[in-house]
């Protein structure tokens, strides 16, 4: 299942670079939970032709992300923000000796 999410973020950050196929099949597959029968009828190709599409697509996926590292970065810098955000709201609770006593530090 864990992979399953990570797939889809990457296919959030990289899909514009796959086929339009790789990415309408990845889409549906990850996102939307369908079957490689509802793939294939929905593409209108084999089932096989599906699933290539997808095995296919998660490889250049999965390559994107060992080259750029860019959902690793960027799933970072949300986590830094969202402590940074919850910083700032523990200081808005403490009064002026001790904001002083912190800019002091």
């Not at 296919?11 to 796959?18: D, H, N, P, S, V």
């Not at 080259?67 to 919850?86: D, F, H, P, Q, V």
Request: overall charge negative; aromatic content about 6%.
């Amino acid at each position: 299942m864990k992979q399953n999410i990570s797939l889809s973020m990457l296919l959030e950050c990289y899909g514009t670079l796959l086929t339009d196929k790789q990415k309408e099949a990845l889409d549906m597959y990850y996102n939307m939970d369908f079957s490689l029968s509802e793939i294939a009828e929905n593409i209108g190709v084999t089932r096989q032709c599906a699933r290539d599409f997808i095995k296919k697509g998660e490889a250049h996926l999965i390559n994107f992300e060992e080259k750029t590292g860019l959902y690793k970065r960027t799933k970072l810098i949300l986590s830094e923000a969202g402590k940074i955000s919850s910083e700032i709201e523990n200081l808005s609770s403490k009064t002026k000796d001790e904001l002083k006593e912190i800019e002091e530090i």
